[in-house]
């Protein structure tokens, strides 16, 4: 029998960018939304994210390096008793090494930029819009004024930093993120960074009208083209080196498996403990 799949009400930046990169993997992530097990790096970014989150929330002057250090320690506290933690089985030795980099991470991000001189107005901002038969919806990291009144949009970023040729693909996040703020609040963002914390490399770019009619058709374009997946019952694979870090890989026909299998089999193997 023919598997039937509803469409998804909402669709996030990384969402359509799951789709572009591999639509069976759309499929089994983001409609069938099938259990996978935590990624360190994912869980290590998160937790550093938590503490710039809350750095971000002090006054200016009070975002120093060790209320910096004092917040990953919240955020260790905050994380250590969840799946995402658990679910990574460390050993002693590990979990030292883990929260050691989420340290090196945040001594990365304090030699980018002075947080004391940002004049930010809001982090982890929900943002949605209505985009044809979806809403559009994520969260922005950081939001900030410039000395000139205008929005500044930050989005940290603590993997590998891309390519100068891939960059303008990786801002294709922060230009839906300056759609939907626009579509909100009326005000087209004056610019949009990628802080890749790491490797201590900044990008930036100027969104305008034209960056966001490209959003709006892009989106729709993917939307329908998700809609006909959903129609259809056919979420081709596409086969890449990414499929090295999927989780789904044992029910990708690609790899000899079979996707049906998947509803049923993801959660035994990537079982959750209960809440
Ligand atoms: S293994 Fe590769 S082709 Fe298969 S679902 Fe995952 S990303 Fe797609």
Known sequence: MTEVFALPE???????????NCP???RFQNIQKLPQPPGAAAVKGNAVHRALELLFQL???LRTHEAAHDFLATAKTEFEP???????????DQASKFWADCTTLVDCY???EDPTSINSIDTEMWVTAPLAKVALRGIIDRIERDADGGLIISDYKTGKAPRDIDVDGKM?????????????RGELPTSLQLLYIK?????????TEQSMRFVHTRTTALFNAIEKSCATSFFPTKKSGLCNFCNFKSWCPEFGGDPSKAAVE??????????
């Open 24 to 26: 069976l993997q759309f």
């Open 59 to 61: 006054d200016a002057p």
């Open 266 to 275: 993801a959660p035994l193997k990537y079982p959750r403990p209960p809440q």
């Open 172 to 184: 294709m996040q922060l230009q839906m993120y300056a759609y939907m703020l626009r579509e909100m």
């Open 110 to 112: 304090l030699r980018m």
């Open 10 to 20: 909402t669709l996030s930046p990384s969402g359509t960018g799951t789709f572009q």
């Open 82 to 92: 969840t799946y995402d933690i658990t679910g990574l089985n460390l050993t002693p």
């Open 199 to 207: 490797d201590g490399i900044r990008h930036t770019r100027t969104p």
